[in-house]
Each structure stands twice: as C-alpha cells, then as structure tokens.
Nanobody, 125 residues
Framework: QVQLVESGGGSVQAGGSLRLSCSAS????????LAWFRQADGKEREGVASTYPYNGDIYYSDSVKGRFTISRDSAKNILYLQMDNLKPEDTARYYC??????????????????WGQGTQVTVAS
C-alpha cells in the first residue's frame, strides 16, 4: 500500500509562491503516473499537473500552465509542485496521487489509485 503525505501548504498573498512536497512511502517507480490535484470548496476535484517518469511526459491544466511546475526527486521519493504567481482562484486543498496502473498518465482522477490527505493552500487578494 503506497502512502503519500503532502506538505508545504499555507496562506500567501496573490502573486506569491509556494512549493508543495509529497513524500512517498516507497520508491517512485518510473512506470506510474504521479500527479497533483486540487479541490476547492463546493467544486469537483481538478487535475493540476502530472508527470510520467518513464517517458518524461508532463501535463498541466490550462489554468496553471506557465505558473506551476511539477518535478520529482526519485532518490528521496518526493514529488514537488512549485507554484508561482498564485491567484485567489488557486485556493484549494491540494492532493498528490499515484496512478493505479502503468501506461496511463494525465489529469483524470479515476485513473489514480493512491491519494494523500492533502494540504491547504489559501491565496489572499
């Protein structure tokens, strides 16, 4: 059972930056997709960014493209999300996730089998 623990959330002013971290209980295997999702109050969970280490593919939602960067440190089993130029609409609880089967990577939640508990990000205007 893979365990994922997020950290790095907090409150910032619009235009600020945060870096989220996701520590995995086992090695980040190259054949599974790793992703960040977010869920704002009253809204559905939204895929933000994902990476498929096997071939280097990276996906971003249009809402964060150019502002967020997903990366990983395989030696430390950590997935990161660097968030720059934050906007109030980025306020949400952020979750990291690992795909359930090799071969798929994207931003569709149903294909991810393991989830962390999330970390709250609040952006003030």
């Amino acid at each position: 059972q893979v365990q994922l623990v997020e950290s790095g959330g907090g409150s910032v002013q619009a235009g600020g930056s945060l870096r989220l971290s996701c520590s995995a209980s086992e090695s980040i295997v190259d054949t599974y997709c790793l992703a960040w999702f977010r869920q704002a109050d009253g809204k559905e969970r939204e895929g933000v960014a994902s990476t498929y280490p096997y071939n280097g593919d990276i996906y971003y939602s249009d809402s964060v493209k150019g502002r967020f960067t997903i990366s990983r440190d395989s030696a430390k089993n950590i997935l990161y999300l660097q968030m720059d130029n934050l906007k109030p609409e980025d306020t949400a609880r952020y979750y990291c996730a690992r795909g359930g089967k090799p071969g798929y990577c994207g931003l569709t939640a149903k294909f991810f089998a393991f989830w962390g508990q999330g970390t709250q990000v609040t952006v003030a205007s």
